[in-house]
């Protein structure tokens, strides 16, 4: 697993032992960001981050800020480690909690977001409560996206809160679904207006 493309192109980056993470494949990543387009200058939120690849990507691509969030104590030595090797210290936060406590902190802090990755294990039900809580809050700021990967066998609903589908990809088994802030949805804060980010131990 490398990072793609951007200033820390061809990079390889460390995964967990065993099957703990399903990291999204290289080709995959690629063909999202082709669909995504560049994250200069955005904020971004990785969610069940696993090894961290797909923030990891942003920075490189030259995204300013990215969070990282798992509860799971071997992928966040990994996502620490990942950073550390890429040199992002002073533009990645890494926490470790459960999702749902962590969009809580998150929004207590007043932090908004221009892209979110989500991608939970295909067998939990964390991406539909996920998208829930993304849909009630104000983490996604207006022209934002929410990209949640899934099981094609089972995609989440086309509505949570103020989070719309606005597009569905496929490549291979793996699903994207990415979601925008409908009109008249929860308005996260502007760009530059929530905490900096920071890693943390």
């Given amino acids: 697993m490398r990072i793609i493309s951007g200033e820390a192109r061809g990079r390889h980056l ?13 080709r995959v990543r690629q063909a999202l960001y082709d669909v995504l387009g560049s994250p ?21 691509r030259g995204a300013s800020r990215a969070v990282f969030v798992d509860e799971a104590e071997p992928a966040i030595r990994v996502v620490r480690d990942n950073v550390k090797t890429l ?35 295909y067998a939990s039900a964390g991406g539909d409560t996920t998208l ?33 589908l606005d597009d569905r990809r496929r490549w291979g088994q793996t699903e994207v679904s990415l979601y925008a802030v409908a009109p008249g949805g929860v308005t996260a ?9 920071e890693l943390l131990p």
């Fill in 132 to 164: 829930a809580a993304l849909g009630a809050s104000a983490l996604v700021r207006p022209g934002g996206l929410v990209i949640a990967e899934h099981d094609r066998r089972r995609p989440p609903a086309e509505r949570y809160g103020a989070l719309a």
């Fill in 189 to 197: 804060p502007p760009a530059g207006s929530g905490p900096d980010t």
């Fill in 40 to 60: 200069a200058g955005l904020v971004v939120l990785d969610l069940f981050a696993g090894t961290g690849a797909l923030g990891l990507e942003a920075l490189s």
């Fill in 87 to 121: 040199g992002y210290e002073d533009r990645a936060r890494i926490l470790r909690l459960e999702v749902r406590r962590a969009l809580r902190l998150l929004e207590k802090e007043s932090a908004g977001f221009d892209w979110v990755f989500l991608d939970p294990p």
């Fill in 14 to 26: 460390r995964a967990p032992r065993g099957d703990a993470t399903r990291p999204t494949a290289d």
